[in-house]
């Protein structure tokens, strides 16, 4: 959306910009704690354990925490019943696959019950909040009201079918519930849980290069550096330098990555002279491993000025932490303080698992304030949401070229385009899982994962539990996930491994 | 020393494999292999700008 705006340069209606960071916002909100929960809590949190626990014993810790309402000792019990029906039937559902009993499981059972069942909660507890992007997005996932120059959903008081008073207070309603649960049981359960296993801020730091492109612009100019999480890159773990970012100095190899340049596997290419062409030259599966001493990684390896970097919440709050952002630095340090440990925790598995949930309460809080931006421009008679001035392809230049910075809520997204007679000759997106996940380059320098991953401790290799925590910490997203089907309905790739 | 592969990775979007050096409990070395491939910038090619969006929103 943002490289076709650039490359057109079209500017979109602030109705339009403010309408893209609610439905931003809020998924940031969702997914954050669905990562927390659903993707990322069972590597912390022994859900077997949690049989053990007393209820009236969580009780008491729960309401130690939080005056969150869901804390009496009925509560946890019945939770308690339901998980040992669960694990009576023998059909553990989506508590199975996980290495239960692991010594590296460090809660009390009691916990371990009251993770599990704020698990179940949030179950719920998203379902409800991502409402806000199905009613400004017209569904979730793949929202369906963004248009090249704006939105596609009408701004109107006087419409029942438009974005109106009554939708903002039912949004505002909703978003109150989604900042609420951030505050009382998100945080709370995070700091709970992260003061048992501080010994994780001494692991997974990565490569200590981190980049962010900003997110939720403060204004509509094209490529806007205005925004409310600020662009930059922090080189080396130096909180004491914001550099600025030149998409220009984004490089990606495929030294070690299953494609081909016609220059080699020592060459590098910016995004708007990329190429896609795969090339597998991996075992046949199955296989016991792949040859990492050749290509092994259907993702590339980006680069900027030559250096691996990390994408994702840590990235975005350490960039706003060292620009000096005013309520990311109040809230960094109140959960610094709080788990009593210095800034440098931060560059660490854990350090990524806190980051996330203050990037989550700082956005929650954004909500309110985007919603009245919406209602003061709406109460101004403002009610542009497109601009559809050079929507016509007669008015484009014969050859055009542009870039789109975004933050996802794993990273750093970046597309580029190239255009020509109308059409999309070239189109590259550099993803932050790419970021994150790249495998080598041809320096041999290991991506952010695999650098992460060195000194974590493996107490049994046949329950890696531990590796599992590092790399869940990134929030790995490698889906982005389409099979490529050639004109015959053959598959054109096949890998599966058992 | 050993060397162990992590396939798939669980409790994420997607397919990702890990493969670790692992010595004295501890692991030295490590390559991530995404084990998927995306075809999103070919399935762009040659379409109307307009409509890029709706292929790339969630990658």
Same mark, same amino acid.
């Given at each position: 959306?943002?490289?076709?705006?650039?490359?057109?340069?079209?500017?979109?209606?602030?109705?339009?910009?403010?309408?893209?960071?609610?439905?931003?916002?809020?998924?940031?909100?969702? !997914?954050?704690?669905?990562?927390?929960?659903?993707?990322?809590?069972?590597?912390?949190?022994?859900?077997?354990?949690?049989?053990?626990?007393?209820?009236?014993?969580?009780?008491?810790?729960?309401?130690?925490?939080?005056?969150?309402?869901?804390?009496?000792?009925?509560?946890?019990?019945?939770?308690?019943?339901?998980?040992?029906?669960?694990?009576?039937?023998?059909?553990?559902?989506?508590?199975?696959?996980?290495?239960?009993?692991?010594?590296?499981?460090?809660?009390?059972?009691?916990?371990?019950?009251?993770?599990?069942?704020?698990?179940?909660?949030?179950?719920?507890?998203?379902?409800?909040?991502?409402?806000?992007?199905?009613?400004?997005?017209?569904?979730?996932?793949?929202?369906?009201?963004?248009?090249?120059?704006?939105?596609?959903?009408?701004? !109107?008081?006087?419409?029942?079918?438009?974005?109106?008073?009554?939708?903002?207070?039912?949004?505002?309603?909703?978003?109150?519930?989604?900042?609420?649960?951030?505050?009382?049981?998100?945080?709370?359960?995070?700091?709970?849980?992260?003061?048992?296993?501080?010994?994780?801020?001494?692991?997974?730091?990565?490569?200590?290069?981190?980049?962010?492109?900003?997110?939720?612009?403060?204004?509509?100019?094209?490529?806007?550096?205005?925004?409310?999480?600020?662009?930059?890159?922090?080189?080396?773990?130096?909180?004491?330098?914001?550099?600025?970012?030149?998409?220009?100095?984004?490089?990606?190899?495929?030294?070690?990555?299953?494609?081909?340049?016609?220059?080699?596997?020592?060459?590098?290419?910016?995004?708007?002279?990329?190429?896609?062409?795969?090339?597998?030259?991996?075992?046949?599966?199955?296989?016991?491993?792949?040859?990492?001493?050749?290509?092994?990684?259907?993702?590339?390896?980006?680069?900027?000025?030559?250096?691996?970097?990390?994408?994702?919440?840590?990235?975005?709050?350490?960039?706003?932490?060292?620009?000096?952002?005013?309520?990311?630095?109040?809230?960094?340090?109140?959960?610094?303080?709080?788990?009593?440990?210095?800034?440098?925790?931060?560059?660490?598995?854990?350090?990524?698992?806190?980051?996330?949930?203050?990037?989550?309460?700082?956005?929650?809080?954004?909500?309110?304030?985007?919603?009245?931006?919406?209602?003061?421009?709406? +109460?101004?008679?403002?009610?542009?949401?497109?601009?559809?001035?050079?929507?016509?392809?007669?008015?484009?230049?014969?050859?055009? +070229?542009?870039?789109?910075?975004?933050?996802?809520?794993?990273?750093?997204?970046?597309?580029?385009?190239?255009?020509?007679?109308? +059409?999309?000759?070239?189109?590259?997106?550099?993803?932050?899982?790419?970021?994150?996940?790249?495998?080598?380059?041809?320096?041999?320098?290991?991506?952010?994962?695999?650098?992460?991953?060195?000194?974590?401790?493996?107490?049994?290799?046949?329950?890696?539990?531990?590796?599992?925590?590092?790399?869940?910490?990134? !929030?790995?997203?490698?889906?982005?996930?389409?099979?490529?089907?050639?004109?015959?309905?053959?598959?054109?790739?096949?890998?599966?491994?058992? | 020393?050993?060397?162990?592969?992590?396939?798939?990775?669980?409790?994420?979007?997607?397919?990702?494999?890990?493969?670790?050096?692992?010595?004295?409990? +501890?692991?030295?070395?490590?390559?991530?292999?995404?084990?998927?491939?995306?075809?999103?910038?070919?399935?762009?090619?040659?379409?109307?700008?307009?409509?890029?969006?709706?292929?790339?929103?969630?990658?």
């Amino acid at each position: 959306m943002r490289s076709v705006e650039d490359a057109l340069q079209i500017e979109i209606p602030d109705n339009a910009r403010i309408i893209r960071n609610l439905i931003s916002g809020i998924q940031y909100v969702q !997914d954050h704690v669905v990562h927390f929960y659903h993707l990322h809590a069972l590597d912390w949190v022994d859900i077997v354990s949690a049989l053990k626990a007393d209820p009236a014993k969580t009780s008491t810790l729960a309401q130690s925490i939080s005056d969150w309402h869901n804390s009496s000792a009925a509560y946890f019990k019945g939770v308690q019943n339901k998980l040992k029906a669960f694990v009576e039937s023998g059909q553990l559902g989506i508590f199975a696959n996980a290495y239960w009993g692991h010594p590296a499981y460090k809660l009390p059972p009691e916990a371990n019950l009251m993770a599990a069942a704020h698990y179940l909660e949030a179950l719920d507890w998203q379902r409800e909040v991502i409402k806000i992007q199905a009613l400004l997005g017209a569904k979730n996932p793949h929202a369906q009201t963004y248009l090249v120059g704006g939105m596609a959903i009408p701004v !109107d008081p006087n419409s029942q079918n438009a974005l109106n008073a009554g939708s903002i207070a039912f949004i505002s309603e909703i978003a109150k519930k989604a900042r609420e649960f951030v505050e009382k049981v998100y945080i709370p359960d995070l700091l709970a849980i992260a003061s048992f296993y501080k010994e994780w801020a001494g692991y997974g730091s990565g490569v200590g290069n981190f980049l962010s492109y900003g997110q939720f612009p403060n204004d509509t100019r094209i490529n806007t550096e205005n925004s409310y999480f600020p662009r930059g890159i922090i080189k080396h773990k130096d909180l004491s330098k914001v550099h600025p970012v030149d998409h220009t100095k984004i490089m990606e190899y495929v030294t070690r990555s299953w494609y081909e340049y016609p220059e080699g596997d020592a060459a590098s290419k910016h995004p708007w002279s990329g190429e896609t062409n795969f090339k597998y030259t991996g075992p046949k599966p199955p296989y016991e491993f792949l040859e990492t001493d050749k290509k092994y990684s259907w993702i590339k390896a980006p680069r900027y000025e030559d250096m691996p970097m990390e994408a994702g919440p840590l990235s975005r709050m350490l960039v706003a932490y060292a620009s000096g952002h005013k309520r990311v630095k109040e809230v960094i340090d109140s959960v610094l303080k709080k788990l009593n440990v210095g800034p440098e925790a931060l560059f660490s598995t854990l350090g990524r698992v806190a980051a996330r949930g203050v990037e989550t309460l700082v956005t929650a809080e954004m909500l309110p304030v985007w919603l009245d931006e919406l209602a003061a421009n709406m +109460k101004r008679g403002d009610y542009r949401i497109h601009n559809g001035e050079k929507w016509d392809p007669s008015t484009w230049p014969k050859e055009a +070229k542009g870039y789109g910075f975004y933050e996802a809520p794993r990273g750093a997204l970046g597309h580029w385009i190239k255009i020509k007679d109308g +059409k999309i000759e070239n189109y590259q997106c550099v993803v932050p899982s790419t970021w994150n996940g790249s495998p080598r380059d041809a320096k041999g320098q290991r991506g952010p994962y695999e650098t992460a991953l060195i000194g974590t401790p493996v107490a049994d290799l046949n329950q890696p539990v531990e590796i599992l925590r590092t790399v869940h910490s990134f !929030d790995p997203c490698m889906a982005c996930a389409v099979h490529v089907i050639d004109a015959t309905g053959k598959e054109v790739t096949r890998i599966r491994v058992v | 020393m050993a060397k162990i592969a992590i396939d798939p990775i669980c409790r994420i979007e997607g397919h990702l494999r890990i493969e670790a050096q692992v010595e004295g409990g +501890k692991v030295v070395d490590a390559w991530a292999a995404n084990t998927m491939f995306r075809g999103i910038e070919i399935i762009l090619k040659g379409r109307d700008p307009r409509d890029a969006w709706v292929f790339a929103q969630r990658i």
